[in-house]
């Protein structure tokens, strides 16, 4: 909730900047983060739509990377997420998440 918050207070260079930091996780070793850091994205998303807009090319490509995780959980957030993205969008990602 807190993250929502700073988010939300935010401009949107500062917004962009949060989504990345949050992002980077995924890239964690431990599975644990990585499935944290997505479901702190798909939140951000939810909560915030079109203000995390800025970041959509980013959160695309760490997405169609985590969609290949070993672990199946973090597949399901991802997928989650990605459906997130595509109603606070309204197009669909599947086209940018193949690339």
Request: aromatic residues 2%; proline residues 0%.
């Amino acid at each position: 909730r807190a993250l929502v918050a700073v988010a939300g207070a935010a401009d949107s260079a500062r917004v962009k900047q949060l989504l990345s930091a949050v992002l980077t996780k995924t890239k964690s070793d431990d599975v644990e983060v990585r499935l944290s850091a997505v479901r702190r994205c798909q939140r951000l998303w939810a909560e915030l739509g079109v203000q995390v807009v800025g970041g959509l090319s980013e959160v695309v490509m760490y997405a169609s990377e985590l969609l290949e995780d070993e672990d199946a959980r973090v597949e399901e957030a991802v997928r989650l997420l990605v459906k997130t993205m595509e109603e606070c969008t309204g197009e669909s990602l599947q086209d940018a998440l193949k690339r």
